[in-house]
């Protein structure tokens, strides 16, 4: 029933800015925790950064002070704000959607190349 699709990658020179968006289809976005996800080849995924329904956000020690995320429920969107981009951002990224029942939507990712 929900549907997150990312969108705002591509190829940036290191120290370069991407915004990403990741709009829901489903009416259960406002309800929910929102967070931004990467993959690399070959390695793990981790959390980037999440914004809670009222507000709260968390970040990852790595992109703290470069990445900002950010929601606008009306639109059902949320957005990862990226700068000072390094090469070891490379990777897919991806939106969750967690509500508490509990449910747990995840986007289908875009890809984000920094060059060196």
């Known amino acids: 029933q929900v549907q997150l699709v990312e969108s705002g990658g591509g190829l940036v020179q290191a120290g370069g800015s991407l915004r990403l968006s990741c709009a829901a289809s489903g009416s259960i976005f406002s309800f929910g925790t929102m967070g931004w996800y990467r993959q690399a080849p070959g390695k793990q995924r981790e959390l980037v950064a999440r914004i809670t329904s009222g507000g709260s956000t968390n970040y990852a020690d790595s992109v703290k002070g470069r990445f900002t995320i950010s929601r606008d429920n009306a639109k059902n969107t949320a957005y990862l704000e990226m700068n000072s981009l390094k090469p070891e951002d490379t990777a897919v990224y991806y939106c969750?959607?967690?509500?508490?029942?509990?449910?747990?939507?995840w986007g289908q990712g875009t890809q984000v190349t920094v060059s060196s």
């Open positions: 969750r959607l967690v509500v508490a029942t509990p449910y747990d939507y």
